[in-house]
């Protein structure tokens, strides 16, 4: 009877009536109250509705009575790993592989947390013995990717993304990691990255279905909601430039909504929260809802402008955009690329990230704010300014801390031409995989083969405390920007900590972030059109040890001072620009309808998404970033645990895999 309840159990469940699966479940072990399958597969439905502290109850107990069920372990191990307790989690997937040592989920699954610890080799080790073990694992394949790109191999990088979209050509994970590493090595020479972006978002429309018309009043002078979506206000890199929205709209004619996607909420999502409620706005939390139901919550809250604040990187929810649950719809901040996507009409810049005569190609259309197209809010954990080192180190130290992804080998030679030009100088880089020998040593092997001793470079890994990595821009006297994709977060950290930067400007928005952030606070004189000119700025400014410390010592004000920062007056330009596409919707100009039309998708004809391309879409997995990359873990294996005898496992494209498997123990 055990047994015969639990298969109806998980029946119902996969019909869609969860709660009536557990139910079966519970009288499952009613009738057997040790079935171990039973207790597994509540474990699974627990998980799926967000419930862990159940879910780690029953996965505990489906192990005690029965020893041998990796996938209990495995499933555990994710939950730990999303909780933060890396080494908890750890234990649990090497006991998931003491029971089945070619379990590729749990190979998988800890190379994914020893990518988190930065620990290259080993993850590297444990991605490929999941691979070996199952050779069409696509999402081992993604986890290579970003296994590679996090130690900088961006070509590597892109082509285990590839592999895997051989295997899985509709895996979320591997088609959108892969459009973000082609933005580090993207030239701007040709619109190959356009082109891809744009097939991209062309397919990807065609897996959900769009609204047509909305409710909306179309008076243009009418008071509006602006609705703001991103998993991304915690202490991450995009939180430094969304605050000031949320602070300073004028909610009476501009009222927020805020969806929130976080995954582990902070103090910061607390004090955001709290902000947007106390101006009369409203906080909608949407961690693990399905994104159509999303765009169905859009629409009830009747969101005149929709703003995704994420683009292709971790846990964005561009399937949300891909419905059209708004009227008007915008990506801003976090991807310094098109999106791709025909649903969404405009994409925010300024006329120094994107000129006018730029030749850079968007599937939206592009809106150019007054100033920057950004305004940066400083961590008040930062910390004073500390004086310049070279006064008492006799020397001038230079610095990145932007991730190993952007220091490509061309960025190298021309750091490597700086030091040689400024005697007894220094470089000091501080990025995540440096806790990793093997990445230690072959970042210094290129600085010796480019002439530079490795005894001139200190390279530091991840700092965990905000405070003391905004505090660690005390150990260096010069910034230096990378090339092509420009640094955004650390650049204006830099500056904040008195911290000049030298970047360099190119013919793409992603090269042009830091002339935009240089310009606008006024240091135009540090912005480089070509290599030369970026390495004569960086040598001039070292020659002169006392105008540097001068220039450090006034930096911040001179930054707190500038449009940058001054968050009432760059809301005023932001508002402008949503009253302008608004009254442009009431007239029925819409650059998305004509977009879609470019696509050849009719709106008409997108009411229901065609059968043979419904496929199976998961979380994309960025990580880093920015926060550096948050990595979630997306499915289960519905059924029963392994006895002796081993089940099998259906992949399921997240990046952390748990298991489900359907059938009864053998």
Not at 11 to 27: C, F, M, P, S
Not at 28 to 51: F, K, P, T
Not at 134 to 154: F, K, Q, W
Not at 580 to 595: E, H, I, N, T
Request: hydrophobic share 40%; with cysteine; charged share 20%.
């Amino acid at each position: 009877m055990a047994i015969a309840l639990t298969d109806l159990g998980t029946k119902v469940k996969l019909e869609g009536d969860i709660n009536q699966g557990i139910a079966y479940y519970k009288k499952a072990l009613y009738y057997n109250w040790h079935y171990a399958d039973a207790m597994y597969n509540l474990g699974v439905a627990y998980g799926e509705m967000l419930m862990f502290d159940m879910a780690i109850v029953f996965y505990e107990l489906a192990f005690h009575f029965n020893p041998h069920c990796a996938e209990a372990c495995n499933n555990l191990g994710v939950i730990y790993k999303d909780r933060d307790n890396l080494d908890k989690a750890v234990e649990c997937y090497q006991m998931a592989l003491s029971i089945k040592p070619n379990f590729s989920q749990s190979l998988n699954n800890l190379g994914v947390v020893y990518t988190v610890q930065g620990k290259m080799d080993a993850a590297a080790s444990m991605i490929e013995k999941a691979i070996v073990a199952n050779p069409t694992y696509a999402e081992a394949y993604n986890n290579l990717g970003v296994l590679y790109r996090d130690a900088g191999s961006i070509s590597l990088a892109v082509e285990a993304y590839e592999q895997c979209l051989k295997i899985d050509p509709d895996s979320r994970n591997a088609g959108q990691n892969r459009l973000l590493a082609m933005n580090y090595i993207n030239d701007g020479s040709d619109d190959k990255l356009y082109e891809v972006h744009r097939d991209w978002g062309r397919r990807f429309m065609r897996l959900f279905p769009q609204y047509t018309s909305w409710e909306n009043i179309k008076d243009p002078e009418r008071p509006l909601v602006i609705g703001y979506v991103s998993p991304d206000y915690f202490t991450h890199s995009v939180s430094y430039f969304i605050e000031a929205p949320l602070i300073y709209h004028d909610y009476a004619n501009y009222k927020v909504v805020v969806y929130s996607a976080v995954v582990k909420a902070d103090a910061k999502t607390s004090r955001f929260r709290d902000r947007v409620l106390k101006h009369g706005g409203a906080w909608r939390d949407i961690y693990g809802i399905d994104e159509k139901k999303v765009a169905s919550m859009v629409r009830d809250d009747k969101i005149d402008i929709l703003v995704e604040l994420t683009g292709h990187t971790a846990n964005n929810k561009l399937g949300m955009m891909a419905c059209r649950p708004a009227p008007v719809q915008v990506t801003w901040i976090g991807y310094p690329n098109t999106t791709g996507l025909p649903t969404i009409d405009y994409r925010i810049s300024d006329a120094l990230a994107d000129p006018v005569d730029t030749v850079q190609k968007h599937v939206e259309e592009l809106v150019r704010l007054p100033n920057s197209f950004l305004c940066y809010t400083p961590s008040p954990e930062a910390g004073p300014v500390a004086p310049t080192p070279a006064l008492s180190n006799g020397f001038v130290t230079f610095g990145s801390f932007n991730n190993l992804a952007k220091i490509t080998p061309k960025v190298l030679q021309v750091w490597a031409r700086i030091l040689s030009a400024v005697p007894n100088s220094r470089l000091i880089v501080k990025c995540k995989p440096f806790c990793c020998d093997s990445v230690r040593q072959q970042f210094l092997t290129t600085l010796e083969k480019l002439g530079l001793e490795s005894l001139r470079v200190d390279l530091l890994p991840l700092i965990l405390l905000n405070h003391d990595h905004m505090q660690a821009y005390s150990l260096m006297d010069i910034s230096l920007d990378t090339f092509p994709y420009a640094g955004t977060t650390t650049t204006c950290e830099s500056l904040y900590m008195g911290v000049p930067c030298v970047t360099m400007g190119g013919s793409v928005h992603a090269h042009n972030v830091g002339v935009s952030l240089l310009k606008t606070v006024g240091l135009n004189n540090l912005v480089a059109t070509n290599e030369d000119e970026y390495v004569d700025l960086a040598v001039k400014l070292a020659s002169d040890v006392t105008a540097l410390s001068n220039l450090r010592m006034r930096l911040r004000n001179l930054m707190s001072k500038s449009p940058l920062c001054d968050g009432s007056k760059f809301i005023r330009g932001l508002e402008s620009a949503y009253r302008k596409m608004w009254r442009r919707y009431c007239k029925d100009d819409v650059p998305s309808l004509k977009q879609m039309e470019l696509a050849q998708v009719p709106p008409q004809q997108q009411q229901v998404v065609p059968e043979e391309i419904a496929v199976r879409i998961t979380e994309p997995k960025k990580v880093i970033s920015t926060f550096a990359a948050p990595i979630k873990a997306n499915g289960f294996y519905l059924g029963q645990c392994s006895s002796a005898k081993t089940s099998n496992a259906e992949e399921n494209g997240a990046l952390l895999n748990q298991s489900r498997n359907s059938g009864k123990l053998s």
